[in-house]
């Protein structure tokens, strides 16, 4: 089965390494495509959104691992990658959260989106509390390890 995706715009942010700490206090925009501009009426009615992005300086070697150390951490349990947020995975698709900042346009201002400029988006969806958000989800306890740093 073949499945082609086309971008729906890009991010400018002028970060052009991935490897970043402090993703949480970068401001990026989301440069919509001028066609698809009408797809983004009243989204500033939400805070927050849901970007799915294509990590496209991901090395081929990268597409092939099955297993990592959560955020190449050694002292946290080997893993796959399905049970992890490694950017090492066959389809480099990435999706964070972000909080929406400002609408106009077709430019988003978000901040907390760990991509880096150039990169292309996927699609974007408004973040539904409940939905998004199980109430009685459970995550193992090198999670929290991971997360807290």
């Not at 691992?65 to 399905?82: I, R, S």
Request: hydrophobic letters at 40%; one cysteine or more; proline letters at 9%.
């Amino acid at each position: 089965m073949e499945i082609n995706l086309a971008p729906i715009g890009f991010i400018k942010n002028g970060i052009t390494e991935p490897k970043r700490e402090d993703w949480q206090t970068i401001t990026s925009e989301i440069i919509i495509n001028e066609d698809l501009k009408e797809a983004l009426s009243r989204i500033e009615e939400f805070s927050h959104l849901i970007v799915i992005y294509w990590m496209h300086k991901l090395a081929p070697s990268q597409r092939s691992v099955t297993k990592v150390h959560p955020k190449g951490d050694q002292n946290l349990p080997l893993v796959g990658v399905f049970a992890s947020r490694s950017p090492a995975r066959p389809n480099p698709i990435g999706i964070t959260t972000v909080k929406l900042l400002e609408h106009r346009d077709n430019v988003l201002k978000v901040i907390g989106l760990d991509a880096i400029d150039g990169t292309p988006v996927l699609d974007i969806k408004p973040h539904i509390p409940g939905s998004d958000s199980p109430v009685k989800a459970k995550t193992p306890r090198w999670i929290k390890t991971c997360f807290s740093q």
